[in-house]
């Protein structure tokens, strides 16, 4: 089962966990996810916030969007943005039982973690700085748990506890989250996390990406060959303007 996809590569290579982010919503498919749910968090409307992302729930309950699209509008919550960070405890306090607010300040949570403990080797990190993020992190866990026992299908709070356990190295709670997303992964989005998996900046290249698309997009319902190389060339940054331009025709 692949990793949470924002933690487990900051993990490995030190960076803020929203930066995978950003690369993966150039696909319009679903930037709109992302974006709508940055400009909602911020809105400060605590009712229409947590109404909008229960409908996303429930359209994921009844199969209208898959695994990813389920998690994703949660990486709105991997900020340091004032707005959002004052915003989610009242939202907690507003709907004390809401499985989404658990999830948003678990995501807050895994954020600030890494942020703090930055992307050395352990005995390189200081000693509070390194207890402060697994405070965050042991915290985070409990919220992902918590939010996985009220709603055990929920993909976001499945990935919020299996990223946080990783990092704690707590290998049954890992387990516990991973098989949720297991059981929802997709072969169309297995295909594309892989592909999305194989940018350049994280080892990949262009070759096994576009090789990824013409080898396994035959064999993935709902989603052409055609569809698929759209992606990739959205998902890369230095891709010309006119290019970008006819994959987005694509995808419409």
């Not at 997303?181 to 169309?188: G, I, K, M, T, V």
Request: aromatic content about 6%.
């Amino acid at each position: 089962m692949r990793k949470s996809l924002v933690t487990r590569c900051c993990k490995a290579i030190g960076i803020a966990a929203a930066l995978l982010y950003a690369a993966a919503v150039q696909d319009p498919a679903r930037a709109g996810l992302f974006e709508d749910a940055n400009v909602l968090v911020r809105g400060g409307d605590i009712d229409a916030i947590e109404q909008t992302f229960e409908n996303q729930y429930q359209a994921f309950l009844r199969h209208e969007i898959d695994l990813s699209d389920q998690v994703r509008p949660y990486a709105a919550f991997y900020t340091l943005d004032p707005v959002v960070v004052e915003m989610v405890p009242a939202w907690r306090a507003a709907y004390p039982d809401s499985v989404h607010a658990r999830v948003a300040q678990a995501n807050l949570n895994q954020h600030l973690a890494v942020v703090l403990r930055g992307d050395e080797y352990n005995h390189m990190v200081p000693r509070r700085a390194l207890d402060q993020a697994r405070e965050l992190w042991s915290e985070a866990r409990s919220l992902g748990a918590e939010a996985l026992d009220s709603a055990p299908s929920h993909a976001a709070a499945a990935d919020a506890l299996s990223a946080s356990a990783n990092w704690l190295g707590d290998n049954v709670a890992e387990q516990r989250g991973n098989k949720v997303l297991e059981a929802f992964a997709s072969p169309r989005g297995t295909l594309l996390d892989q592909i999305a998996d194989s940018l350049p900046q994280w080892g990949g290249s262009v070759a096994m990406m576009r090789h990824l698309c013409d080898a396994r997009a035959p064999q993935v319902e709902n989603l052409s060959v055609e569809e698929c190389q759209a992606r990739v060339t959205l998902l890369l940054s230095d891709t010309p303007a006119p290019e970008r331009a006819a994959a987005v025709e694509v995808l419409r």
